[in-house]
């Protein structure tokens, strides 16, 4: 398995404001994802976090909303920018291990008011 | 385009109760297929990965089976106990130009003592 680490774990934001979450591996990975629940859903993949590279963003994500950085095997960051109440979920980090099991951290909870 | 669906979407059952959760996805061309449980407000935890190439996987009292053909897994729980509570979602991961991991809906599991 693998130990992922997430701060916050929860935050409360104003509108219009912007945040940033970590998430730290205990081991190096490959893959690095993105996740977001939004209340009562299921999850949604924002994007695939790329060593040194561009995050590659699903649809209906922009970077411009969801900068991601990863500058190294271990940690990535995703920003949430210019929030609105809309964005009052829960984001979820995830590694990928050989055979493609993936591993989830504990989340970050926003609540946008 | 690949759709998971989880019957039942909420599941209440006295404690000692064996039970199934049906998934069902719409394309059998996956790699793996994935079980997880969250508990409210928290990151997902990984239960069982059954390959493409797997009928089946078991931990303890769970039981996951895979039939590509028909498109279906269902996760069985034996001698279920109140710190079994909690929403199980199941993923499947899909390769090619896709190559991301489609969740399910959920089932929302309530284990009555």
């Known amino acids: 398995s693998a130990v992922i680490s997430q701060k916050p774990s929860r935050d409360i934001c104003q509108r219009g404001t912007s945040l940033t979450i970590q998430c730290q591996v205990d081991?190096?990975?490959?893959?690095m994802f993105w996740y977001r629940q939004q209340p009562g859903q299921s999850l949604t993949l924002i994007a695939t976090a790329n060593q040194g590279s561009e995050a590659t963003y699903e649809s209906g994500f922009v970077i411009d909303k969801f900068p991601i950085s990863r500058p190294n095997l271990t940690f990535s960051t995703l920003t949430v920018s210019n929030m609105s109440p809309e964005d009052s979920s829960i984001y979820l980090c995830s590694v990928s291990r050989v055979g493609g099991e993936l591993f989830f951290g504990e989340g970050s909870r926003l609540t946008v008011l | 385009k690949q759709e998971v669906t989880q019957i039942p979407a909420a599941l209440s059952v006295p404690e000692g109760e064996n039970l199934v959760l049906n998934c069902s996805f719409t394309d059998s061309a996956i790699y793996n297929l994935q079980w997880f449980r969250q508990d409210p407000g928290k990151g997902l935890t990984s239960l069982l990965l059954?390959?493409?190439?797997?009928r089946e996987q078991t931990s303890g009292r769970l039981n996951a089976s895979l039939d590509k053909s028909s498109g279906r897994s269902t996760l069985y729980i034996a001698a279920s106990q109140p710190g079994d509570s909690a929403t199980y979602l199941c993923?499947?991961?899909?390769?090619?130009?896709?190559?991301?991991?489609?969740f399910g809906t959920g089932t929302l599991l309530a284990v009555q003592p």
């Open positions: 059954i390959q493409s190439s797997q």
């Open positions: 081991s190096q990975v490959t893959m």
């Open positions: 993923a499947v991961y899909v390769g090619g130009a896709t190559n991301k991991l489609i």
